[in-house]
């Protein structure tokens, strides 16, 4: 993937306008949200990745092959952060999920060792409120065995009516299915 920076954007109004289609990337701080989107892309500083959870705050546009974006939304969920601050991203985030008309589908990360958390619920519920298909990535498959993996994948399937794949940036696994799953959803 030949994969540009275009900009972060601290609102909503300031995002790029062009026709090209869009992938939304949203998951907790500290999902592995960066490190998943370098691996995708095969550009390892394309995202900086960065042990300071919530340092996403920003919508971050990516320009893919000249023809689409990855948007990678605000971590949402760290807990250090002021609750004006955390109202800001949300609201950020609400805007961009309501009003983005180039959106195709959204890629919602979760942790394979974490329970899903009331903001994951939420953009599950923004999801189907516009209609718009969404991915599920269980991060970090790694750290779980081949069993344990596969049951939270078929959980997190059946909880949530999505296709839900693997995925880990140490042994690769997940990324040919998940480049697949959103060439699909961008048509
Ligand atoms: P972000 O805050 O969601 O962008 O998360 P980062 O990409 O910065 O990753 C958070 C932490 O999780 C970092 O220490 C990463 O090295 C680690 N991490 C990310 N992906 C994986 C993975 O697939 N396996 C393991 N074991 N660690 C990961």
Redesign the pocket.
Known sequence: MNCRFVGSFYQYDQTPRDKRPQVAFA?????????????LTGQRKL?????T????RSLNFFLVNDRFYFV?LP?YGYARVSKTERAGWAKLLEEYLEKSENLRGIVI?MDSRREPTDLDLQLFDWLSRRQLPGIVVV?????LNRDRINRRVRQVESDFGLTAIP?????GVGKNELQSAIMELLG
């Open positions: 998951g907790r701080s500290n999902v592995g949200k960066s490190s998943l989107l370098n691996k995202a900086k990745v960065s042990n959870p919530g340092k996403t990678d971590g990360l991060t970090k498959a790694d750290k995925f880990s940036t140490i042994t």
